[in-house]
Every structure is written in C-alpha cells, then in structure tokens.
C-alpha cells in the first residue's frame, strides 16, 4: 500500500515538472518571438527613415536639376538673342547703298539706331529656331509698336521669309512685293524682290520670275542678289 502511494507520487510529481518544463519553454519561445518582432519593427523603422532620407535627397536632386534646365534656357535664349543681334548687325555692315535708277525717289538713310531694338531681336531669335508662327507675330507686333523704326522694313523682309518656310507662297509673295514696290531704296529691297523672284517660280509662274530677275539686275546691279538673280535666269 505504502508503495503505491509513493509511485503514485512520483508520477505526479514528475508531471508537475513535465508540465513546468513545458511552461518555461513555452514562456522562453513566446520571448523570442517577442524579441524577434521587436527586431523587425525596429528594422522597419530605420528602413522607413532611411527611404524618407532618400526620398528628401531625390528630391532635392531633380529641384537642382530643374534649376539647372531652368538656367540653360536661359542662357540658351540669350545665346541666340546674341547671335540674332551679330547676324544682323553684320547684314547691315556688310550691304553698301544700292545704285537705284528711279526717278523722284528718297535716297537710302542709314539707321540712326544703335542696334536692333530688343523687341525685333527676339522676333529674329524665334526665326533662327524655325519658329516661324510665332516669329510673324513678333514682327508683326514690332511694327506695330515700333511704326517709324528703321528695322521695320527689316521685319516685313523677314515676315516674308516665315511664310516662305511656312510654304504658304500667296503670302510670302504679296509680303515681297510690298517691299519692291513700297521700299525701294531699303538696304532689303533687293533681297525683297529675289526672294519674290523664287516665289514666283514656286508658284509656278516662270515668266513672272524671269521677269523680276532680270529687273533686279537692272535696279540692283552691283547687289548679292542681282549676282544669284543672273545663275538662275543663267540656269533657264
């Protein structure tokens, strides 16, 4: 009987400690665990700031670069104003007075104005970049605003040239022609009335640009314009 009793105590008493063994490692994996989520929360975060660190420098890098786009068109921009102004200029150095035959006309003046306004440089400079829509405007605009400016037949020269570019001939030709027939002794009229020549002969109208070519020669004589008016009448 005793016996029994003591067995049965051990039973018992060994799954007391079974039991406790299996609390403490419960206890001790349900720690770890714990600790392992600890851990990962703590990496998410230094992960989170570390991508807020980066987003900010990304940031901070495209605004330069932006800056940076910004400045380049600008100096862009000023770049072919410049270039406008030089081209110009050199034109106008480089034409001498044309020897004209016309009876009871105004002789040539030479501009009183320093240099071409700013308003007709930036007219020019949409030109350079083949921004011909908008270039007619501009000039259009700098006649307007500037009516007795000595680039203003300049301007009307160059409106010609955009419609040209633009192929719309029955423009480019009546913007030609009023050049030729309203300033004769500008320093453009000859190039006025070559251009109307190849308009002509755009349009198809040979006779008509033969016949302007050979009266640029006879206007004109000493001109660049009247030298390629006698290639092509050369050519035909």
Partial sequence: MATGI?????ILSSLVLTGCASHDLMIKRQAEAEAKIEHLIQVDKMN?????DLSGQIQSLDNQNKDF???IKQLQIALREMQATRFESAIRNSQTTPKIEIVNQEPFTRSKESGPPS???KAFGLYSTNNFS????AFEAFIHNSPKSDYVTNAIYWIGECHYSLSDLPKSL???QKIVDGYPNSAKAPDAMLKLGYTQAAMKERDKSLKTFEELIKRYPSSPAAVKARERLTAH
């Avoid at 003591?6 to 051990?10: L, N, V």
Wanted: charge should be positive.
């Fill in 6 to 10: 003591r067995q049965t105590a051990c």
């Fill in 48 to 52: 989170s700031q570390h991508m807020n």
């Fill in 69 to 71: 786009a910004t400045q």
């Fill in 119 to 121: 308003e007709y440089v």
């Fill in 134 to 137: 908008a270039a007619i405007k």
């Fill in 174 to 176: 009546k913007t030609f």
